[in-house]
Structures are given as C-alpha cells and as structure tokens.
C-alpha cells in the first residue's frame, strides 16, 4: 500500500487498523524512513515491550503523545532515509552515532508509567543506568 512507501509530514495523518502489533512494527521494519512513532496506553509492560523494537526503527519514540516537531531543546534526527542530506563529515559521523531518545507529556499518569518501567527494568533502552 502506497502510504507504507511514503514519508508523513502533517497536517494529515494515516491512521489504519491491524491484527496483532506485529503488523506495524513489520511496516516500520520494511520502510525506507524512521523518524517518529507515538505509542499510547496504560500498561508499563506493553509499552515497555514497544520501546526497544521501535528504538531501532525510529529516533523518536512520542509516550502518550503525537509526533511533532520540538520542543527545541531536543534534537531533530531520523534514521534511515529521514537523515538523508547530511553532508559534511562532522554530521556524517554522527549519523553513525544517531540518538534516540523516548519522550511524552509531564503528567501523573505518565510519570507513574515510566516509573513502573524504570523499577521494573522492562525496557532495555529506556532506563537509568548510565556508564561515566
């Protein structure tokens, strides 16, 4: 279906229904882009399952909340085709070296989902663990 083969940029948006979650991730495997996918649930454990296959496919993974430019203070990157245009040797390096990162909204619900997953250690990406 063409709108697997196409990079999304709003205002419009797809939005398709599918069996099992593999479906998706399966589509984000096989596509030439990787910018953003936003999750949204309740259960620490499904979106901890989530995280890690995603963070391999996109450099933005949104929790509880819509893909979107900015805020500023974090980076604008893409994997795959979606780095396409990097040019010089220092940007080329570091799309070598692409950060991801997870994100959602500051609310309750969702401090207490990430807590779950963080004292849980569910998500081998997302996590406090940091080498010095």
């Known amino acids: 279906m063409r709108i697997f ?21 399966s589509y ?3 596509s030439q882009y990787g910018q953003q996918v936003s999750i949204f649930g309740k259960d620490a454990g499904e979106i901890a399952n989530l ?3 995603l963070v391999n496919q996109v450099c933005r993974v949104n929790i509880n909340t819509k ?10 990157n893409g994997r795959k085709d979606s780095a396409e245009g990097t040019l010089s040797v220092n940007d080329a390096l570091r799309v070598f ?15 207490a989902l990430f807590t779950s997953i ?14 010095l």
Do not use: H, K, W
Not at 67 to 76: E, H, I, L
């Open 51 to 53: 995280i890690d296959p």
């Open 28 to 30: 984000m495997v096989t």
């Open 67 to 76: 893909c979107q430019r900015g805020p500023d203070v974090y980076p604008f």
């Open 5 to 25: 083969e196409e990079e999304q940029f709003g205002p419009v948006v797809p939005i398709l229904a599918f069996d099992n979650v593999e479906e998706p991730i």
């Open 97 to 111: 070296s692409i950060r991801t990162m997870v994100a959602t909204r500051d609310t309750e619900d969702n401090r």
């Open 118 to 131: 963080l004292e849980d250690r569910s998500s081998n990406f997302l996590s406090t663990d940091f080498i």
